[in-house]
């Protein structure tokens, strides 16, 4: 299983583009980044996924490198209910004989009005 | 589309009581997965089912903690004794995971206490 690597906490203000890095140093070839969110007092919630280059949806973009050693959260303007632990992840959607998702430890996002 | 349904929201137990907690997955969802989530920590997978099968149960203290998917629907996680350090969440996803992708779709968990 690729292991992920992400800051432990961040700090923003309304309005502000957050860019969150994550490191998956041994993606293999048919591994997928995939991005969650969660709140306090619920679920993780599918933010966003991507296998190369750019990948945009109507609540962030995922930017991955050639090289998919590591790839990008960015957050747009960020408001207040943005405030929340945001995990990444790396798997094969397809390999269904495998762990699908793991997570790490995430990274806090805390933003300030 | 109805959610991924979990039950109770919340338990209080005595250590060495058992203790069940109930999933009902998304209606065609082939992968069913537990979580265990302590406080401030991510997440951490207890079991993941592919339809009635498991795929991997490598972090399941399976000489207290046991799951069934029985018909592939349908899951019960169970803890018997339960300790104090079992206290968490525990959250029930499931994913359409043959459609190419791994997006989840997480129960609101069940919140337990061992007193």
């Known amino acids: 299983l690729a292991k992920t690597t992400q800051p432990i906490s961040m700090d923003s203000y309304e309005g502000q583009e957050v860019n969150i890095t994550c490191s998956h140093n041994?993606?293999?070839?048919?591994?997928?980044i995939t991005w969650y969110q969660q709140f306090p007092s619920q679920g993780p919630r599918f933010i966003i996924q991507?296998?190369?280059t750019k990948v945009t949806n109507e609540v962030a973009s995922l930017f991955i490198p050639a090289d998919r050693k590591s790839s990008t959260l960015s957050l747009p303007r960020v408001s207040l209910s943005d405030t929340a632990v945001y995990y990444c992840?790396?798997?094969?959607?397809?390999?269904?004989?495998?762990?699908?998702?793991?997570f790490g430890s995430g990274t806090r996002l805390q933003v300030q009005p | 589309e109805a959610g991924v349904a979990q039950s109770p929201r919340y338990k209080i137990i005595e250590k060495r009581q058992s203790v069940a907690f109930w999933c009902n997955p998304i209606?065609?969802?082939?992968?069913l997965y537990w979580y265990q989530q302590i406080l401030g920590q991510g997440p951490k997978l207890l079991i993941q089912?592919?339809?009635?099968?498991?795929?991997?149960d490598s972090q399941l203290p399976k000489d207290r903690f046991s799951a069934e998917r029985l018909k592939g629907v349908d899951s019960t996680l169970k803890i018997q004794p339960a300790k104090l350090e079992d206290s968490a969440v525990y959250l029930c996803?499931?994913?359409?995971?043959?459609?190419?992708?791994?997006?989840?779709?997480f129960g609101q968990g069940t919140r337990l206490t061992v007193v």
């Open positions: 996803a499931s994913s359409h995971r043959n459609a190419g992708n791994t997006e989840a779709f």
């Open positions: 209606s065609g969802h082939a992968t």
């Open positions: 992840l790396v798997g094969d959607p397809m390999d269904t004989g495998r762990r699908a998702l793991t």
């Open positions: 041994n993606i293999a070839t048919n591994d997928y």
């Open positions: 991507g296998y190369k």
């Open positions: 089912f592919q339809n009635n099968g498991v795929v991997d």
